[in-house]
């Protein structure tokens, strides 16, 4: 069986090459802050075990980084969104 035959039948065009280019965005837009916003989370742990009374401070800087980190998430997806639609 010949795999590579029917790939080389079909006519990609503009419109398939701009939804890989979408994809490809969204997935790695969205995989650096997932591992970026679970690492964080947990250094937050891990911070917070060896010195629970600074709760407060550690969990507004975590929640701050983490909306940062979603921020580019965001960016991303806007991005994949253009690439998909617009251009």
């Not at 969205?30 to 407060?56: C, D, H, Q, T, Y």
Request: proline share 5%.
């Amino acid at each position: 069986m010949d795999i590579i035959a029917p790939l080389l039948a079909v006519e990609f065009t503009d419109a398939a090459f701009r939804y890989l280019g979408a994809g490809i965005a969204i997935g790695v837009g969205g995989a650096g802050p997932a591992f970026g916003i679970g690492w964080l989370v947990s250094k937050a742990m891990e911070a917070l075990g060896r010195n629970p009374e600074a709760l407060p401070v550690i969990q507004t800087n975590m929640i701050l980084g983490m909306a940062f980190a979603e921020a580019i998430a965001i960016y991303a997806l806007v991005v994949a969104v253009m690439i998909g639609f617009i251009f």
